[in-house]
């Protein structure tokens, strides 16, 4: 099985920059998805960004979050990381990493998500 680990969540005024970060751990065969996601209160969890391994890194934003979040990440740690700027408090919400792994050659790929972090942005 595939864990994740999520560190670097809290509270921030408006404007300012928080980093989060994902560590995944375990058996782990492949990740061949890495992304974040984000739960605001009353609202569906929603996709802020991932990067596809397999197609050599490619990487997709929420329409909200362009230009002003960054994913990235360090092979060598297996660990991913959203750079958040110019955060405005719209952007509150629980922040969850995923992977989409594969814990054996011999397992499908499988949905995984870390406990969630949370990110209060004040005005």
């Known amino acids: 099985q595939v864990q994740l680990v999520e560190s670097g969540g809290g509270l921030v005024q408006a404007g300012g920059s928080l980093r989060l970060s994902c560590a995944a751990t375990?058996?782990?065969?492949?990740?061949?998805?890495m992304g974040w996601y984000r739960q605001a209160p009353g609202k569906q969890r929603e996709l802020v960004a991932d990067m596809t391994i397999l197609s050599g890194g490619s990487t997709s934003y929420a329409d909200s979050v362009k230009g002003r979040f960054t994913i990235s990440r360090d092979n060598a740690k297996n660990t991913w990381y959203l750079q958040m700027n110019s955060l405005a408090p719209e952007d509150t919400a629980v922040y969850y990493c995923n992977a989409d792994a594969q814990s054996s050659r011999w397992l499908p790929r499988k949905d995984y998500w870390g406990q969630g972090t949370q990110v209060t942005v004040s005005s």
């Open positions: 375990g058996s782990i065969f492949r990740i061949n998805v």
